[in-house]
């Protein structure tokens, strides 16, 4: 790469005047990149501490499996109405901004969590952690626009986005380390003071050239300045808004409703097997292969150890075959590697081991899925198109939990209930990558040596 490090006094007057112009050193790249991925840590370990404690918390207040899934299940479903106006927030604060205001919307889910006293209080406090959820979809925008020139940039955003095994790995460890001290509600109150942390280092980041451009173009618009509004839009790849080339008209137009509706099943289905695999991991393992509530931490553990080289791997693999193939086969393998924990032998190893491998492919993959959506959706309809699809994992948050809850209200056992709910979702999701957008990645990494 060729950013400089430094700038000059008139450089530093034109980015000042002119933040469209902002040059984003190696530096603040770097910063972004540890703020985003701290953010994402922080963020994770809100959402799945409530799955990991929930046997626990089910305990606690006597409720049955049917019922604490029934819990997480309402719940999940106002984490989707809070996830709705991520894409405006994106779009009116911007991309800083709005990470800001996620993290502290996280905070809130976490401290208040504390303090819940039965289901309904539990429900409506963890609807909040909808904004700690949404907060990838924020680092996948901005990300994608501070790594512009960035060579190996899906590379790099995966080592933020493997947050979420790290995320997930502290939720168990900590819970192994703190439930017998503090007791779930201490849980809780630790996974706030983190993410205060995270809104003090975002007050030092910068805030994405190309919105400081869409922001300008507009107002050049408004001022009747059409010109100048062209040529910057030319300048930055970014469509004038027209009122039918953005918002959800832009995304459903003739040559992009196949891979907006493709790319918003898939993370419908593929967030089915999320919450089966890992958000109730442990309710699945406990119920379903015998393992005890203790084991299963410690499982849990291992897991998303493994889970954080399946991000890696697929990111590292993302910048070499294209990220939309790396998906497709990551969610196939991940699907197939389930279906053989569930149905194989209950031996403490198989388990183990199987459940690795699960993880490594279904979480892996999103490493890559965040920065395709960047690149498969033009700039212009960027952050709509990516919170537009989004928004469909916890949708499928609701449905996997409440296929769950049916299930097992029925009488199917949990082996059964997670294949139907889970294993046969995350495959799905592989086959739905075909309707989705080719990224012709030989002009990609011809990009990147250029800009390199």
Not at 21 to 27: C, G, L, Q, S, Y
Not at 178 to 194: D, E, H, I, N, Y
Not at 223 to 229: F, K, S
Not at 338 to 353: H, I, K, N, Q
Request: net charge neutral.
């Amino acid at each position: 790469m060729t950013e400089p490090t430094s700038r000059g006094p008139a450089e530093a007057r034109s980015s000042a005047d002119e933040p469209w112009n902002a040059v984003i050193t190696k530096k603040q790249i770097g910063y972004a990149s540890l703020v985003c991925f701290i953010a994402w840590v922080a963020s994770v370990y809100d959402y799945t501490l409530f799955g990991t404690l929930l046997p626990v918390i089910a305990d606690d207040f006597g409720w049955s499996t049917a019922k604490a899934t029934a819990v997480n299940t309402w719940a999940t479903i106002g984490v989707f109405v809070v996830s709705l106006v991520v894409g405006t927030m994106l779009d009116r604060y911007g991309r800083k901004k709005t990470l800001i205001l996620l993290v502290i919307g996280g905070a809130m889910s976490s401290g208040l969590s504390g303090i819940a006293i039965g289901a309904a209080s539990m429900v409506i406090i963890r609807a909040f952690s909808g904004f700690a959820v949404s907060e990838e979809v924020v680092n996948a925008v901005y990300l994608n626009e501070i790594y512009k020139k960035a060579k190996g940039r899906g590379f790099m955003y995966s080592l933020v986005q493997s947050g979420w095994p790290v995320g997930a790995l502290l939720a168990a460890g900590m819970t192994s380390l703190l439930l017998p001290v503090m007791g779930w509600r201490g849980s809780f109150f630790v996974a706030a003071c983190a993410s205060i942390i995270v809104i003090v280092m975002a007050l030092k980041l910068p805030e994405s050239p190309v919105f400081a451009a869409m922001k300008e173009i507009e107002r050049r618009r408004k001022a009747g300045d059409a010109e100048g509004a062209a040529r910057l839009a030319a300048e930055h790849d970014v469509e004038i808004n027209t009122g039918n080339n953005q918002g959800l008209k832009g995304v459903f137009t003739p040559e992009l409703r196949c891979h907006t509706i493709s790319l918003s099943l898939v993370w419908l289905f593929s967030w089915m097997a999320i919450q089966v695999f890992a958000v109730l991991g442990t309710t699945v393992l406990v119920e379903a292969k015998g393992v005890s509530f203790e084991s299963s931490l410690y499982v849990l553990i291992l897991a998303n150890a493994v889970g954080f080289g399946g991000y890696l791997t697929h990111g590292w693999l993302g910048d070499r075959i294209g990220r939309r193939s790396t998906v497709l086969m990551g969610f196939l393998l991940g699907g197939i590697a389930s279906l053989l924990m569930l149905l194989g032998p209950a031996s403490d190893g198989f388990v183990y081991v199987m459940y690795a491998i699960t993880l490594f492919f279904l979480l892996g993959p999103f490493a890559a899925i965040l920065f395709y959506m960047g690149e498969s959706f033009p700039a212009h309809v960027r952050g709509t198109g990516a919170n537009v699809a989004h928004v469909m994992a916890p949708v499928g948050a609701i449905i996997g939990s409440g296929l769950v809850s049916v299930l097992l209200s029925l009488g199917v056992t949990m082996t059964w209930a997670a294949i139907l709910a889970g294993s046969l979702p995350l495959v799905l999701s592989g086959l739905l990558m075909f309707g989705t957008r080719q990224v012709d990645l030989h002009e990609q990494n011809a990009f990147e040596e250029a800009a390199a």
